[in-house]
């Protein structure tokens, strides 16, 4: 079974500064998709940025991007230029591109901003 | 575009007593999911559905059933609730695989 697994509970950065967010997994896959979701005060779940395991080229949205390792099974997640609003969870998910398939969270990173 | 709807937002129940978290998407995703999140445990699948008809059980499936009757709605069923199963809790779908999920805005409910 897929597993994910987030290592840091909780972070801090100074804002301006920048900051990564670890992730491994653990699948006997070479297909599928990983992501990272913020979820802020407000309980809702964003979508941060989306990464397609065959594709070697890492994703990058704005201030976020991603470094994507497949054969070391880690999709961690830079923040640069830190803002006071990505005060935030987040966390890493992974889904199989297999029929029938379930998309795993990892337990979170709780990132601190500090102003 | 509503997007994901679930109802209701907040619910309190009490041991024993069984209700329906409804969700429903006008997306036409044939994927959906339900989890639950707790502190310090992330997000855990209960259950999925690929499709009207179609459902599995996720990593903790036991206390609650599930049907799929249409594409546009998966209610998720507390049969007896336990104050273990106090917690919030997301309706979520997707288009297609490789998709990322479309959240619905949580449930917090609270079982005394």
């Known amino acids: 079974a897929q597993t994910v697994t987030q290592s840091q509970p909780e972070m801090s950065v100074q804002e301006a500064e920048t900051v990564t967010l670890s992730c491994t997994y653990d699948t006997s896959e070479s297909d599928y998709y990983l992501f990272w979701y913020k979820q802020p005060p407000s309980r809702q779940m964003i979508l941060v940025i989306r990464?397609?395991?065959?594709?070697?080229q890492n994703a990058t949205e704005n201030r976020f991007s991603v470094n994507f390792q497949k054969a070391a099974k880690s999709f961690s997640l830079k923040i640069s230029d830190s803002q006071l609003g990505d005060a935030a969870m987040y966390f890493c998910?992974?889904?199989?591109?297999?029929?029938?398939?379930?998309?795993?969270f990892g337990k979170g990173t709780r990132l601190h901003i500090l102003p | 575009n509503a997007g994901v709807t679930q109802t209701p937002k907040f619910q309190v129940l009490k041991t024993g007593q069984s209700m329906t978290l409804q969700c429903a998407q006008d997306?036409?995703?044939?994927?959906m999911s339900w989890y639950r999140q707790d502190p310090g445990m992330g997000l855990r699948l209960i259950h999925y559905?690929?499709?009207?008809?179609?459902?599995d059980q996720g990593e903790v499936p036991n206390g609650y059933n599930v049907s799929r009757s249409t594409t546009e709605d998966f209610p998720l069923r507390l049969l007896s609730a336990a104050p273990s199963q106090t917690s919030v809790y997301f309706c979520?779908?997707?288009?297609?695989?490789?998709?990322?999920?479309?959240f619905g805005n949580g449930t917090r409910l609270t079982v005394t």
């Open positions: 997306m036409n995703h044939e994927y």
């Open positions: 990464q397609e395991a065959y594709k070697q």
């Open positions: 979520a779908s997707s288009q297609f695989t490789g998709s990322p999920l479309h």
């Open positions: 559905s690929v499709g009207a008809g179609i459902t």
């Open positions: 998910a992974y889904r199989s591109n297999s029929a029938g398939d379930k998309i795993i």
